[in-house]
């Protein structure tokens, strides 16, 4: 049972506590400089709870935060209001200096499908709030969910406009599918602003160049709203990796030490459970989220465990020379055996595609699942080529999903999706009846900032037999869940390098429970 205090109870615990926590942290080191310059975030919402974050970091862009190497007492809150008059749950959790002073609360003891406000208080000083909110109780009923969906925000490509529209839309949740961060090196090419640090490839870098990010006002904002569940592509690591080999293929042991370090700083600035927390260069992150018996989010991971890239040029391994990313089509492409997401998290989706007694099943993920071709800068004159880094270059293993989905009968599956930097809209066909009715619509919301110039995309996306396909346009997608169905809006900045940009909605779709396709509305 929650624990409500009145305000004269609260007031005095909180001095109290305040005092004790500003010795603790005088004898951390601590200085006045302020503590919560990366904000605040929830994540992972439960019917008793969620995932509450923060990270001390008095010097953001220094490797070590400004932290000195000892731990530091911080009491986190959580209110049923705003005002803080009515706590909820408190206690006190220890930023550790080898996880970067970052703190991960799995609070538990809430009521079900309401509103939370939480903050943090270390050394004196008092987080910004944050507000959250739980998951309906297991079974619900709920009459709407909204989120918001969205990826690929590079710092330098853009300002955060789409982040300030995403909270004016009052989502319950927001879901982000992947490249929180990029990795580059500082690049004034199209940019708007610069990276701050070297491209990262220790842990102390990428710290760095999460902090970058995350001192975005916008984005803290966005953290502030809504709870998130994430997962994670290509750039948080690296540009387009596969299991232990980057681009390059590189020395494997040498990439995976780096990817330890990648997966290290992802854990230490996002709002994710315990069970999420790396182990070296291995994590588990994918997982169920559930929203009463409306809806189940899968939620996956397409890049730690993948197999080999498709129809690659002889002897690139060997001599550690950068993969084809567009391909010709082969043999091997078809292959049966070759894995986009490992075989133990293969089985795992097939058991939760089967057991979901949900009315609606979201698959996150992080890329387009439709069938996709594109031509080759290089060779413009000849046919189109398949995307080695894709669904498109991993086929078998898509239409076993797509498998999955019609033979379980699984109720009302939509895919969302991101990475391409595009809108995207298509109905996914069964791989054995192409022609026949579709298994799941599949929804690709755009990119936050990042840019994918290329003339060709819309009349190659149409020839490919998506619905809609917007490449020039930045932003994100909203979904609207009922029981009787889902509307779908892509929603673009009119200049995602202006702070202050419009928006508007580019597209419209909805889908009917119980009759997959998706209809175009406006």
């Not at 070590?64 to 209110?79: L, S, Y």
């Not at 987080?127 to 739980?134: A, V």
């Not at 550690?320 to 490992?342: E, F, Q, W």
Request: aromatic share 10%; with cysteine.
């Amino acid at each position: 049972m929650p624990l409500f205090l009145n305000r004269r109870q609260l007031l005095a615990g909180a001095g109290a506590s305040a005092a004790i926590l500003t010795v603790g942290a005088r004898a951390a080191g601590l200085g006045t400089e302020p503590l919560f310059t990366l904000g605040v975030a929830s994540g992972e919402p439960l019917p008793n709870g969620m995932v509450i974050w923060t990270r001390l970091a008095p010097a953001p862009l220094q490797g070590d935060g400004g932290m000195t190497a000892k731990t530091v007492p911080v009491r986190w809150e959580v209110a049923a209001d705003e005002h803080f008059t009515r706590l909820a749950a408190s206690g006190t959790a220890q930023a550790l200096p080898a996880w970067g002073h970052s703190v991960h609360v799995e609070v538990s003891g809430l009521q079900p499908a309401r509103p939370y406000w939480y903050r943090f208080i270390a050394n004196g000083e008092t987080s910004p709030t944050g507000r959250t909110r739980t998951a309906p109780a297991p079974g619900a009923a709920v009459e709407r969910l909204r989120l918001c969906f969205g990826s690929c925000q590079k710092y330098e490509a853009g300002y955060y406009a789409a982040w300030r529209h995403v909270v004016a839309e009052d989502p319950d949740l927001i879901l982000f599918l992947g490249d929180y961060i990029y990795e580059g090196a500082p690049n004034p090419k199209e940019g708007v602003r610069l990276h701050k640090n070297p491209e990262p490839k220790d842990l102390a870098g990428y710290r760095v160049r999460y902090a970058t990010y995350k001192m975005d006002p916008l984005l803290q904002a966005a953290h502030q709203i809504a709870p998130w569940a994430v997962t994670w592509d290509d750039h948080e690591v690296a540009n387009d990796y596969a299991d232990a080999l980057d681009e390059n293929n590189s020395d494997p042991a040498t990439f995976l030490r780096r990817r330890a370090a990648a997966y290290q700083a992802y854990y230490e600035h996002l709002p994710l459970s315990a069970a999420m927390r790396p182990r070296g260069a291995d994590a588990r992150i994918y997982r169920t989220l559930d929203w009463g018996r409306l809806a189940q989010f899968q939620i996956i991971d397409d890049r730690q465990y993948r197999g080999a890239r498709a129809c690659q040029p002889p002897g690139l391994i060997e001599a550690h020379k950068p993969y084809a990313s567009l391909v010709a089509p082969c043999p091997d492409l078809n292959d049966p055996n070759r894995t986009m997401l490992g075989d133990v998290q293969d089985r795992w989706l097939m058991d939760r595609l089967g057991d979901s007694k949900a009315q609606w099943n979201i698959l996150a993920q992080q890329t387009l699942m439709h069938e996709q071709t594109r031509l080759d800068p290089a060779t413009p004159d000849a046919p189109p080529k398949v995307p080695a880094d894709n669904w498109s270059g991993y086929p078998a293993a898509r239409d076993h999903i797509f498998r999955r989905w019609a033979e379980a009968k699984t109720s009302n599956p939509l895919a969302l999706g991101g990475d391409i930097h595009a809108f995207a809209a298509a109905d996914l066909p069964h791989p054995d009846r192409p022609d026949g009715p579709p298994v799941a619509s599949e929804f690709v919301g755009g990119s936050i900032t990042s840019l994918f110039h290329d003339a060709s995309y819309k009349a190659t996306a149409k020839a490919n037999g998506l619905a809609f396909a917007e490449n020039e346009v930045r932003g994100y997608g909203r979904v609207d869940i009922t029981p009787k169905g889902a509307e779908i809006a892509f929603r673009g900045l009119a200049d995602a390098r202006r702070e202050d940009s419009a928006i508007s909605d580019l597209a419209r779709f909805s889908v009917e429970a119980g009759r997959p396709g998706l209809h175009i509305d406006g």
